[in-house]
Nanobody, 124 residues
């Protein structure tokens, strides 16, 4: 089982990025997938979550509401985090993770596999 997060980079404030979380050896449809971020010197925080296709609900945390959206492309076995109107405080390493149980809605009780992270840097 592998998860790979990609799509990070350097962007100016107000810009956009789309992060991808691609899975190997399992179908993302069956699991809740979460997005997390960790800024230097800060604890990791949850940013967004999309439930398994059994439910298909999703949410983003208040600090990114109206700017970030999470979605899934089943054909590409990929979950996306679309980030618009980026702010310097969004600078962090972003990770995706898989909910432990198939069929979970968000938030799952636990995550079992994590991607390696992708750096997002927003300049002012």
């Amino acid at each position: 089982v592998q998860l790979q997060a990609s799509g990070g980079g350097l962007v100016q404030a107000g810009g956009s990025l789309r992060l991808s979380c691609t899975a190997s050896r399992f179908a993302l449809d069956y699991y809740a997938i979460g997005w997390f971020r960790q800024a230097p010197g800060k604890e990791r925080e949850g940013v967004a979550c999309i439930s398994s296709s059994d439910d298909d609900s999703s949410y983003v945390v208040d600090s990114v509401k109206g700017r970030f959206t999470v979605s899934r492309d089943s054909a590409k076995n990929t979950v996306y985090l679309q980030m618009n109107s980026l702010k310097p405080e969004d600078t962090a390493v972003y990770y995706c993770a898989r909910g432990r149980r198939p069929g979970d809605s968000c938030p799952p009780l636990a995550y079992d596999y994590w991607g390696q992270g992708t750096q997002v840097t927003v300049s002012s």
